[in-house]
């Protein structure tokens, strides 16, 4: 397969090196075949015995595989059949795609056979307005026939070329100087092929005739000279410089055409040898070699070949994209699969974590209620209080009145008395000295007691009565230091006293 | 005609062959061959972007929630100990033979007090307030204040003075199991002695709330 992506270095006068094919010369009757490997001409085989008919290319081309022990792939074929013929058709000055259109018009409507025409077209010197064309006519049934007939013996026709092709060749290989016109004739197995060409390699006209010079001498030297009397129409004096023969029999009927032809007739000196066709065909460029097959038709191993590249380049991206994608969804089916895992472990740490909080509150408020009822429980303060009055008050005095009463934080106290009922009466200021000791008393450990101004008596420390004997000013000095600045005694008509405070 | 070599000229005439329109099979099979390609970017790219990327990304969430929440459950189960829970519990469970349950207990709290009273001649009256409710979430606690008024009578051939007795009817009455918390303390006294006392009392009551359904784990169980 390798070789079909290879180039043909042709064009030479020998086979190039990566050429292996099975080249057929099929001249009407004559089936000859050559068998070439890698540029070298292995063996050869001409089949016995007439060889007629296209529908008999199968055959033929199975027995020329079997004689030639051909190992390759591709079958050339050099025909000259009846319905091969030559047309020179004038074109208008246009190329490209453009003129593959008017010779395709011109192939259908030159046709001298039923059915689509398979062609192949050489240009010839342009005249003074339009272009010639030289057209190659063969049915295409026909050539499907040779296709099929290659395909059923598992080859590939790789070319079906006119004779023509190669006396054009040859050509430029006769004596000729420059510009200098040609007509070379070869014997082609039962007909006559002609070809008239300059030695720069332009080709003006080829034409097959019926008949050898081999049998009609003389009728082919009429054709001859007809040919180059049409050649002269067209070309306007084409300037043949001679007439050359090629092929069985050409020294033998030389001077009989000469005879008959005004233009100097010489055999060619291209040696002529049995196998000549097939093995000359491998020697042409296939750019400048009018290939009945089309383009497609030649490069149909090419296009498989490329399909099945394509095709396994395809399979190779859908193996991929399905390896790719089925990895992916592998992975996403693991994930998922770790996703409803982690969900689940998701849900048991929630529903933990619900537990966890609920016993959290519960613990909570169970150690708030506990920190309430138990944590918070006062002491019997105002019972200690009583007891403590017990040593805090002076020996002189006597606790008439008391409370002490528990507002939101703190205990308000209030305490009121008087004097010892005693034989004599204290002395003036005696009184208030005890009450200050009391309130000093009060005011230190334990229970730190702070005093308070009298209700209802705002900024007057002791009253005095009406009256009545005043407390001197020392006394009010010394209740002050002794108790707080707030602190408040009111002594009344001298046997009477108030505290009130506050604690904590 | 002349005698010269022959030349390496190649013919030079432009050879063209027919056109052939392309086969409905090799469109077909580039179209073929176009959609497959199409078909299988389109699946990979689905694949990965519609299904492995957005599954990834999830689990990745996920994964971040777990680990979070996992933390969270390491702070809650650090926050209580064993040991804590459980004593939070039995003195919990304690709480209860602290408070006035019922009306009961309150007559049984005032004939104990008749009780302590009637040796120390001490005339005891009882009178209850309106109740004052506490602030707790669910454990329905408040105070009863009880106003106790103490008449001290005489006691021939005694050597405990008034003051004493008192004292004495206090300090039991904090010695109570119940909370009963002495919240003011009146006392009115003549030259000699103490002839009447006030004593109110804040009588905590409480009702045991219904145990909600332990927890399926032992909260705080490290």
């Known amino acids: 397969m390798g070789s079909l992506f290879?180039?043909?270095?042709?064009?030479?006068?020998?086979?190039?090196?990566?050429?292996?094919?099975l080249c057929v010369s099929w001249l009407n009757?004559?089936?000859?075949?050559?068998?070439?490997?890698?540029?070298?001409?292995?063996?050869?085989?001409?089949?016995?015995?007439?060889?007629?008919?296209?529908?008999?290319?199968e055959k033929f081309l199975r027995e020329a595989v079997k004689e030639t022990g051909y190992r390759g792939h591709t079958v050339s074929l050099v025909l000259a059949h009846p319905r091969l013929v030559q047309q020179l058709?004038?074109?208008?000055?246009?190329?490209?795609?453009?003129?593959?259109?008017?010779?395709?018009?011109?192939?259908?409507?030159?046709?001298?056979?039923?059915?689509?025409?398979?062609?192949?077209?050489?240009?010839?010197?342009?005249?003074?307005?339009?272009?010639?064309?030289?057209?190659?006519?063969f049915p295409r049934v026909l050539l499907n026939q040779f296709i099929q007939g290659a395909r059923a013996n598992g080859l590939h026709l790789?070319?079906?070329?006119?004779?023509?092709?190669?006396?054009?060749h040859q050509i430029t290989q006769l004596p000729l100087e420059k510009g200098d016109v040609a007509l070379l004739v070869a014997e082609t197995g039962g007909s006559t092929t002609l070809v008239i060409g300059r030695s720069d390699g332009q080709i003006l006209l080829a034409r097959t005739l019926t008949g050898t010079w081999n049998e009609e001498a003389e009728r082919v030297a009429l054709d001859l000279n007809r040919t180059i009397l049409f050649a002269n129409q067209q070309y306007g004096n084409a300037g043949i410089k001679g007439v050359w023969l090629f092929g069985p029999g050409a020294e033998e009927s030389c001077k009989i055409l000469q005879s008959q032809i005004q233009f100097p007739v010489s055999v060619s000196p291209v040696a002529y040898e049995p196998y000549y066709w097939a093995t000359e065909a491998l020697k042409l460029s296939p750019d400048f070699t009018p290939n009945i097959l089309s383009r497609q038709l030649q490069k149909a191993p090419q296009r498989r070949a490329l399909a099945a590249m394509v095709a396994v380049c395809t399979l190779l991206v859908l193996a991929a994209s399905l390896t790719a994608s089925g990895y992916f969804l592998k992975e996403a089916k693991l994930e998922e699969a770790t996703i409803k895992?982690?969900?689940?472990?998701?849900?048991?740490?929630?529903?933990?974590?619900?537990?966890?909080?609920?016993?959290?509150?519960?613990?909570?408020?169970?150690?708030?209620?506990?920190?309430?009822?138990?944590?918070?429980?006062?002491?019997?303060?105002?019972?200690?209080?009583?007891?403590?009055?017990?040593?805090?008050?002076?020996?002189?005095?006597?606790?008439?009145?008391?409370?002490?009463?528990?507002?939101?934080?703190?205990?308000?106290?209030?305490?009121?008395?008087?004097?010892?009922?005693?034989?004599?009466?204290p002395p003036p200021g005696a009184i208030a000295e005890s009450v200050a000791l009391l309130k000093s008393r009060l005011s230190g450990s334990p229970f730190h007691v702070r005093m308070l101004q009298a209700r209802g008596r705002p900024g007057s420390e002791i009253e005095e009565p009406d009256g009545e004997g005043k407390v001197p000013t020392w006394l009010n000095r010394v209740a002050n230091a002794l108790g707080t600045k707030s602190a408040r005694a009111r002594t009344l008509v001298q046997d009477r006293f108030e505290i009130e405070g506050e604690m904590r | 005609m002349s005698g010269a070599v022959p030349t390496s000229v190649q013919p030079r005439a432009v050879v063209m062959t027919q056109l052939r329109k392309p086969k409905r099979s090799e469109a077909v099979f580039r179209t073929i061959?176009?959609?497959?390609?199409?078909?299988?970017?389109?699946?990979?790219?689905?694949?990965?972007?519609?299904?492995?990327?957005p599954t990834q990304n999830r689990s990745r969430e996920l994964t971040t929630a777990v680990s979070r929440l996992s933390s969270e459950l390491d702070v809650l189960e650090r926050k209580w100990t064993k040991e804590e829970t459980a004593e939070i519990r039995a003195r919990y469970t304690e709480l209860h033979t602290q408070l006035f349950a019922d009306t009961a207990a309150l007559q049984a709290w005032?004939?104990?007090?008749?009780?302590?009273?009637?040796?120390?001649?001490?005339?005891?009256?009882?009178?209850?307030?309106?109740?004052?409710?506490?602030?707790?979430?669910?454990?329905?606690?408040?105070?009863?204040?009880?106003?106790?008024?103490?008449?001290?009578?005489?006691?021939?051939?005694?050597?405990?003075?008034?003051?004493?007795?008192?004292?004495?009817?206090?300090?039991?009455?904090?010695?109570?199991?119940?909370?009963?918390?002495?919240?003011?303390?009146?006392?009115?006294?003549?030259?000699?002695?103490?002839?009447?006392?006030?004593?109110?009392f804040n009588l905590w009551a409480g009702e045991e709330p219904v145990e909600p359904a332990p927890a399926t784990q032992n909260g705080g169980s490290k």
């Open chain 1, 341 to 425: 895992a982690l969900s689940a472990q998701a849900t048991r740490l929630q529903a933990r974590e619900r537990d966890l909080l609920v016993s959290d509150a519960e613990l909570s408020r169970k150690k708030q209620v506990i920190k309430l009822i138990l944590g918070e429980r006062p002491p019997p303060t105002p019972a200690w209080f009583l007891a403590y009055l017990s040593e805090a008050v002076p020996s002189d005095l006597v606790v008439t009145n008391f409370q002490l009463k528990r507002v939101e934080d703190h205990y308000r106290l209030s305490i009121s008395g008087t004097v010892q009922q005693v034989a004599k009466p």
């Open chain 1, 158 to 168: 790789a070319s079906v070329l006119p004779p023509s092709a190669m006396l054009h």
């Open chain 1, 89 to 137: 058709v004038d074109a208008p000055p246009v190329k490209g795609m453009a003129l593959l259109k008017v010779i395709q018009r011109q192939a259908e409507h030159q046709k001298v056979f039923p059915g689509e025409a398979a062609w192949a077209s050489q240009t010839s010197p342009y005249g003074k307005v339009l272009q010639r064309v030289l057209l190659h006519l």
């Open chain 1, 6 to 21: 290879s180039k043909r270095a042709v064009g030479g006068h020998v086979i190039p090196h990566n050429v292996t094919t």
């Open chain 2, 110 to 200: 005032m004939s104990r007090l008749e009780e302590m009273a009637a040796p120390l001649s001490l005339q005891a009256t009882v009178e209850f307030g309106n109740t004052v409710p506490q602030l707790t979430n669910d454990y329905k606690v408040a105070f009863i204040p009880a106003n106790v008024s103490l008449e001290v009578h005489p006691v021939p051939n005694s050597s405990e003075s008034p003051y004493q007795r008192l004292l004495r009817l206090g300090q039991k009455l904090a010695a109570e199991g119940k909370r009963a918390d002495l919240a003011e303390m009146t006392v009115a006294g003549g030259p000699t002695s103490i002839t009447k006392a006030q004593l109110v």
């Open chain 2, 33 to 53: 061959v176009v959609l497959v390609i199409l078909g299988s970017l389109a699946l990979t790219w689905w694949a990965f972007t519609m299904r492995f990327v």
């Open chain 1, 29 to 57: 009757n004559q089936f000859k075949a050559v068998a070439v490997h890698r540029g070298r001409v292995e063996s050869s085989w001409e089949r016995p015995g007439e060889s007629d008919g296209a529908g008999n290319f």
